[in-house]
T-cell receptor
Framework: EAGVTQFPSHSVIEKGQTVTLRCDPISGHDNLYWYRRVMGKEIKFLLHFVKESKQDESGMPNNRFLAERTGGTYSTLKVQPAELEDSGVYFC??????????FGQGTRLTVV | GQSLEQPSEVTAVEGAIVQINCTYQTSGFYGLSWYQQHDGGAPTFLSYNALDGLEETGRFSSFLSRSDSYGYLLLQELQMKDSASYFCAVRDGRRALTFGSGTRLQVQP
C-alpha cells in the first residue's frame, strides 16, 4: 500500500512568489490534513478535509494560503504571495479512522 | 482552545527506561496519541489512548488519565535508534489532531 506522498520535497522561492504544494493521501482515506512545523516548534494544524469539503480551516494563517482537494483525492496548498515567515516544513496526513493519521515526508519550504 | 505541555528535552542512556509526560487542555477530547519523528522524517504513529489506563506495544507503553488531563509515553530498553522527537497529540471536537511542541529524546551510549 502506497503511503502519503508529498511533492515537492523541497522548495526554495523568493518572497512574493507563488508556491503550490501537493499531497496524495492513502487511497480510500476520506480525511486529509495539512500541518506546518516552523523552526523546530510544534506541529501546527492548518486545515482538515473530509473528502472534498473543508471540515475545519481554522488553522490557516491568512488569506495568502489556499487549499483545495479536487474530487476528494489529492490536495494542493497554494501560498501566494509567499512571505519569509511562511518558511517551514509542511506536512500532509490522511486517515480513515479517528485513531491514527499517516503522515507524508513533508515539503520543506524556504522563502528567501 | 487546545494546549499541550511536554518537556522540551530528555536525555537517557541505552538500556534505560524513560517517561515522557504530557498534560493537555482541550474543549473536547476523543483521545491522546503519540507520534515519533526522526530528524528530516515524517511523524509516525506510536500509540493511542481513548480510555484511562495503560496500552502496551512492545517496548513502548502509553498511559492516560482523563480526570487529570494527563498522559505519558514510556520507552523501555532504550536503543540508539529511539533518539527522535516525540509528540503527544489530542483529538478534540474538531476531529483533527492538535500536537504538543515535542520532546527531543537523546539516547546516549
Amino acid at each position: 500500500e502506497a503511503g502519503v506522498t508529498q511533492f515537492p520535497s523541497h522548495s526554495v522561492i523568493e518572497k512574493g512568489q507563488t508556491v503550490t504544494l501537493r499531497c496524495d493521501p492513502i487511497s480510500g482515506h476520506d480525511n486529509l490534513y495539512w500541518y506546518r512545523r516552523v523552526m523546530g516548534k510544534e506541529i501546527k494544524f492548518l486545515l482538515h478535509f473530509v473528502k472534498e469539503s473543508k471540515q475545519d480551516e481554522s488553522g490557516m494563517p491568512n488569506n495568502r494560503f489556499l487549499a483545495e482537494r479536487t474530487g476528494g483525492t489529492y490536495s494542493t496548498l497554494k501560498v501566494q504571495p509567499a512571505e519569509l515567515e511562511d518558511s517551514g516544513v509542511y506536512f500532509c496526513a490522511s486517515s480513515h479512522s479517528n485513531t491514527e493519521a499517516f503522515f507524508g515526508q513533508g515539503t520543506r519550504l524556504t522563502v528567501v | 482552545g487546545q494546549s499541550l505541555e511536554q518537556p522540551s528535552e530528555v536525555t537517557a542512556v541505552e538500556g534505560a527506561i524513560v517517561q515522557i509526560n504530557c498534560t493537555y487542555q482541550t474543549s473536547g477530547f476523543y483521545g491522546l496519541s503519540w507520534y515519533q519523528q526522526h530528524d528530516g522524517g515524517a511523524p509516525t504513529f506510536l500509540s493511542y489512548n481513548a480510555l484511562d489506563g495503560l496500552e502496551e506495544t512492545g517496548r513502548f507503553s502509553s498511559f492516560l488519565s482523563r480526570s487529570d488531563s494527563y498522559g505519558y509515553l514510556l520507552l523501555q530498553e532504550l536503543q540508539m535508534k529511539d533518539s527522535a522527537s516525540y509528540f503527544c497529540a489530542v483529538r478534540d471536537g474538531r476531529r483533527a489532531l492538535t500536537f504538543g511542541s515535542g520532546t527531543r529524546l537523546q539516547v546516549q551510549p
